[in-house]
């Protein structure tokens, strides 16, 4: 069983996996380390560690930079956030999913939201046209990629939250589409209803009010992504111990 197939079978396993979700090598490595299953970028993380706001503003260049090293230096199955595949063209986004599967990558995202000041919904037919077309093209030419799509119904903190959520993986499931990501749910009962709701596996993130793995696999979750939560952390404390080496004017704080 090669990477990718390892990678599918975790969205169909009795109890759900968590992805590690990483930011440069070094995070990637430390994932592998520490008996991950699978680890995937974080489109939040990786690029404000370059100094970019998220949003597609890192460089593609630099994110298929990254991609091409963790995949020399892992192990385990490894997918990208593509957020909206980094090109306002088709042709485009086609050409940067090339670029990836020739670089090892086993699995891609992309979202059904334009980023910006206010980020907003893409129309749903014409983002399931775009799915149709992106998972067409994958299949036509044998690429051994997963596309989880990502809805954004709950991360923008709609009222309705849940029907745009239904609505909108109806129409996503029937494009060719291997996974559902649903980023910022965490009511059980609403979790609940989106799994019964789609026939793809759902994919859910690391919030505060988020249920535990046990739950998550009796609700029928498949996939548990990290975000950018860990990264957070990670800087979070590095800015509190390299302020406590100046306030302590020694390296108590680091050593």
């Known amino acids: 069983m090669n990477l990718f197939e390892k990678f599918k079978q975790l969205h169909h396993n009795p109890e759900p996996f968590v992805l ?48 091409k090293r ?57 983002f399931q046209k775009k799915l149709s077309a992106i998972a067409e093209h994958i299949s036509r030419n044998n690429l051994q990629l997963f596309l989880n799509v990502r809805t954004d119904g709950f991360l923008l903190g709609l009222p309705n939250a849940l029907d745009e959520t239904l609505t909108r993986i109806k129409s996503y499931e029937n494009t060719g589409a291997d996974g559902i990501f649903v980023p910022c749910i965490t009511a059980g009962d609403d979790i609940r209803t989106v799994v019964n709701g789609s026939k793809l596996p759902i994919n859910v993130m690391c919030m505060p009010q988020l249920p535990g793995f046990d739950e998550l696999q009796t609700l029928g979750v498949k996939r548990i992504s990290m975000g950018p939560f860990l990264f957070s952390k990670v800087y979070g404390d590095a800015t509190a111990m390299a302020k406590a080496v100046l306030a302590d004017k020694n390296f108590a704080a680091i050593l």
């Open 20 to 67: 590690g979700n990483i930011w440069d090598v070094n995070s990637a490595k430390v994932f592998d380390a520490s008996g991950y299953k699978a680890i995937g970028v974080s489109s939040h993380a990786i690029s404000n560690a370059w100094g970019y706001n998220d949003g597609e503003n890192l460089p593609f260049e630099v994110l298929l930079q990254v991609a």
């Open 70 to 126: 963790v995949v020399e230096v892992v192990n385990i199955p490894f997918t990208v956030d593509m957020e909206g595949g980094y090109s306002n063209s088709l042709t485009g986004i086609l050409d940067n999913i090339n670029k990836l599967h020739d670089a090892g990558v086993v699995g891609i995202n992309l979202e059904d939201t334009v980023p910006g000041d206010n980020r907003r919904f893409l129309p749903v037919d014409e």
